[in-house]
């Protein structure tokens, strides 16, 4: 039996059948060690390397496939994961047995071969490989095959980070994130907490009537400390399916981060939290740039004016070129329809996104200065009303979600609306 640590078959064969759209929780710190015999597979893993899902992994690459990683593993240390890629039949079992004497065990083996047989497979596995891969292969392959191997295959989806950003200031970024985030919530059933990012200004709070004592600036002032049970007494409850994790809006203290400043809570976030929503403040920051590359879906908020499509259009274009795995980020049209107020139209703004918005939201200042005022969402305002329909429409799309799940209403509902609405 092959030292390095056999894994199930099934689990395997699951992760590599899912389809390109299925949620990869990423790597943690690892190292991995691919031996490619062709440029074109060499290539694939340079590029895999670069997704972010892999950006805590170390990749190194080297030529030569099994009988390099053999030669290599005789005097030095194996690393969590080696790639190996084989174009043999005959001669990979014997390789295996050969590389197995000199691996350390609980190392993982990823082979990527060209002979599609399940009995080859069958005894791959029965020696003790993570998981075979039949080329031609894609990056994502290679990011879904490494990932997989530090997930539980049969534990629930978890850790899905949402981030919602404004492509200017006064756009209503915020209000979006936090209607969103209760439509996730409330109609999707789905165990959410909001992340109000924006320590001096964020408004999460307010919105939601809450005034915790403690939030996220706790958490970043104190990284050493972070850990579940202690980002759990930040967290401020605010419905059965939904936390915050509120921003102290004060200014008695300036909020300058460093790049990876916000990791460690995210990080925590993802091990417990199915979906977590950010508020990123419109802002260049290296932190707000990675928070927003991390993310595993992006909704950009736009008024339909010049300086929002030009702003929106350069985030599409950096987002899209630093995920070339992941979907494209979404946007949303808010605000539209300002009285007197020139606009650009729909049309000519999906035309030079070359997307269209998921969703355009209507200027309704009566309705959205009701709920801010009130600490309330448009859903508890105007249950009925087409922008509340908007919000679980956005929902469904950056959760992957159709099925709603509303709460049980009663014959009162009408009239409790009405006297909230005063």
């Known amino acids: 039996m092959i030292s390095y640590g056999q894994q199930n078959s099934e689990a395997s064969s699951d992760v590599a059948a899912s389809d390109t759209d299925a949620h990869i929780a990423p790597a943690p710190r690892v190292s991995v060690q691919a031996f490619c015999e062709t440029v074109e597979v060499a290539a694939v893993v340079q590029s895999a390397g670069e997704?972010?899902?892999?950006?805590?992994?170390?990749?190194?690459?080297?030529?030569?496939?099994?009988?390099?990683?053999?030669?290599?593993?005789?005097?030095?240390?194996t690393p969590n994961v080696i790639v190996l890629e084989t174009d043999a039949r005959n001669n990979i079992l014997t390789g295996l047995d050969q590389l197995a004497s000199v691996c350390d065990a609980g190392t993982r083996v990823i082979v990527v071969g060209r002979v599609n047989d399940v009995t080859l497979y069958r005894e791959l596995v029965r020696r003790g490989v993570s998981d075979y891969l039949?080329?031609?292969?894609?990056?994502?392959?290679?990011?879904?095959?490494?990932?997989?191997?530090?997930?539980?295959p049969d534990a629930k989806a978890v850790g899905r980070v949402i981030a919602i950003t404004g492509a200017k200031g006064g756009v209503g970024g915020?209000?979006?994130?936090?209607?969103?985030?209760?439509?996730?919530?409330?109609d999707l059933a789905l165990d959410s907490v909001v992340?109000?990012?924006?320590?001096?200004?964020?408004?999460a709070g307010l919105d939601y009537n809450q005034d915790p004592p403690q939030g996220i600036a706790d958490a970043v002032f104190s990284p050493d400390r972070v850990d579940t049970a202690f980002i759990d007494r930040l967290l401020s409850k605010c419905t059965d399916h939904l936390s915050l994790l509120a921003a102290p809006a004060t200014l008695d203290r300036v909020y300058d981060f460093g790049t990876e400043a916000f990791d460690a809570i995210f990080d925590t976030l993802r091990s417990t939290m199915p979906c977590i929503v950010l508020d990123v403040p419109h802002q260049w920051s290296g932190w707000a740039k990675r928070a927003l590359i991390n993310a595993d879906d992006i909704l950009i908020v736009a008024a339909p004016d010049l300086a929002n499509l030009r702003n929106t259009k350069n985030?599409?274009?950096?987002?899209?070129?630093?995920?070339?795995?992941?979907?494209?980020?979404l946007y949303c049209l808010n605000q539209v329809g300002v009285p007197k107020r020139p606009e650009i139209g729909v049309s000519e703004f999906a035309k030079?996104?070359?997307?269209?918005?998921?969703?355009?939201?209507?200027?309704?200042?009566?309705?959205?200065?009701?709920?801010?005022n009130n600490g309330q969402m448009i859903a508890e305002i105007a249950a009925n009303h087409r922008t509340t329909e908007m919000f679980l429409q956005i929902a469904q799309r950056l959760t992957g979600r159709g099925e709603t799940k509303k709460p049980r209403s009663s014959f009162l509902s009408p009239l409790i609306g009405k006297l909230r609405a005063k």
């Not at 009988?67 to 030095?76: D, N, Q």
């Not at 599409?316 to 980020?329: G, S």
């Open 315 to 329: 985030l599409f274009d950096l987002l899209k070129a630093a995920r070339p795995n992941d979907r494209a980020p």
């Open 134 to 152: 039949i080329a031609p292969i894609q990056p994502l392959d290679i990011v879904r095959a490494v990932c997989g191997l530090f997930s539980t």
């Open 195 to 203: 992340a109000d990012l924006d320590l001096a200004f964020g408004t």
């Open 51 to 77: 997704d972010r899902r892999l950006g805590k992994a170390h990749i190194k690459i080297q030529m030569g496939g099994m009988t390099a990683a053999i030669e290599a593993y005789r005097t030095s240390p």
């Open 174 to 186: 915020s209000t979006i994130a936090h209607n969103v985030a209760w439509a996730i919530a409330r």
């Open 352 to 372: 030079a996104i070359e997307a269209q918005p998921i969703v355009s939201i209507p200027f309704e200042p009566q309705l959205f200065g009701s709920a801010a």
